[in-house]
């Protein structure tokens, strides 16, 4: 089995992707990162994710650095979290560099333990417009990355895959289900309370996305949410 | 003043990049990374090459997690560093991933503080071999930071800044020379022991920047050296 490791932030995306990677016949690796975000909480939905799997290497990786450095609202709790609905502006959520961090990061552990593929679940469709979710900083990090390591160089092999970068929410969703992905496991909501807000972006998202399939999300949120579907 | 983050490992090479960022007029964030490197006492030689140059805000940064995966001499100290010279292969001091890392976590620094430049000392041509010195490298990765970032996005502005990547050593050491690079503050040897081994490729290449000068390196060695050059 050839090896893949899976960026796991414990959200719905990322779960997904796990789904599809072991439908694709991956040996999965996954990666978390710790970096002081609001719903660090996520990182336990991580561990659960995996185990759910049956997943026993699971890499946890400090980057407390990029928390410390703060300049967003995810790591700055000082900064409210916008709960007015997605703008065309990037909002302060994003985090700087978080996805170039991330998948440099997980880069040196594919070259390390040989893996072919980094799987990130980056949707550049149902997003909060960041731009390290987009499709042209993905390609431009793979290229970077096959330049920057020894895989690279001798056997140009290592890819980074985003199964869900142009799917809508409700596509993940339909997609996921199908593959039996543990979505009671998963937490989206950016304001890392015990039960999701249901008012930021990305519970907003998330949301829809469930609601499209007429399905009700398993997660428990703090106001009540109609579930009856927009289909 | 403009800010430029500049990488500072306590080498000779990014020593001489500060020197080069104070004489072009840059407000100077040093940043230096922590990841079980063998010289490790690397990290004090660039606190003191900082206060050198009066700079307090010096950022530390702990990524343990490239020494923890291991795949490279530097960082797994069962594997011995090479001292028989240079070779066309990419030795194992290689660091998986590790100017990918640094360079994004840069990234992320750079864009919090609003700086427009981040300097590394990469050399492409009295070097290791290692994929991530490069020129292409980081034309590549300097394209990906601008697609990854709200900077990128919305000013274009952050550049890589490579002074001394086509420069030999011995045009490098003269540059510092000239510049008044604290070179005494600095070490280059891979073993990490408190005098410099004399043998590794680092020191190799170091002894003879200088002999090219026909200067003496300030820093001790635990075998004789014959600084009487090659010119």
Known sequence: MKKAVVVLSGGLDSATCVGIAKKEGWDIYPITFLYGQRHQHEVEKARLIAQHYGISDHKIVDVQFLGD???SSLTNHSIDVPTSGLTDDIPNTYVPGRNL?????ATAYAEVIGAEAIFTGVNALDYSGYPDCRPEFIQSMNETILLATKTGVTDNKLSIQTPIIHKTKAEIVEMGMKLGVPYHLTTSCYQGMEKACGECDSCLLRIEGFKKNQAS?????????DWRGSL
């Open 69 to 71: 450095i703060g300049g």
């Open 101 to 105: 961090i991330f998948l440099s990061l």
């Open 217 to 225: 999300d398993p997660i428990e949120y703090q106001i009540p949410i």
